[in-house]
């Protein structure tokens, strides 16, 4: 199973609460139709599905990840089992 990096901080990421909804459909997408593509197809269905991702709510997210990463990181409480998560 996915396990999602949101779920990780003690702070929670309120941009991704506001558009989980469709982050998470936008993700979905993104790779049901990467892994299905063709190798030719790949980079531009991945390349406009992501950016697609991003305009929706994922920069957002993006930005407000790095201000609680910086939080985390300064306080010591950065989540220590996520391997996804660089120390």
Do not use: W
């Not at 996915?2 to 979905?28: A, G, H, R, V």
């Not at 139709?33 to 305009?55: C, N, P, R, W």
């Not at 407000?64 to 996520?82: M, Q």
């Amino acid at each position: 199973l996915y396990n999602n990096p949101m779920d990780d901080f003690d702070q929670p990421i309120e941009s991704y609460i506001k558009n989980k909804t469709k982050l998470d459909k936008k993700f979905q997408e993104l790779m049901i139709k990467s892994i299905t593509a063709s190798e030719s197809d790949f980079d531009s269905v991945y390349d406009g599905l992501a950016q697609e991702y991003m305009t929706i709510g994922g920069d957002e997210v993006t930005e407000e990840r790095k201000i609680v990463y910086k939080k985390c990181s300064e306080a010591d409480t950065l989540p220590k089992d996520n391997p996804l998560i660089n120390y």
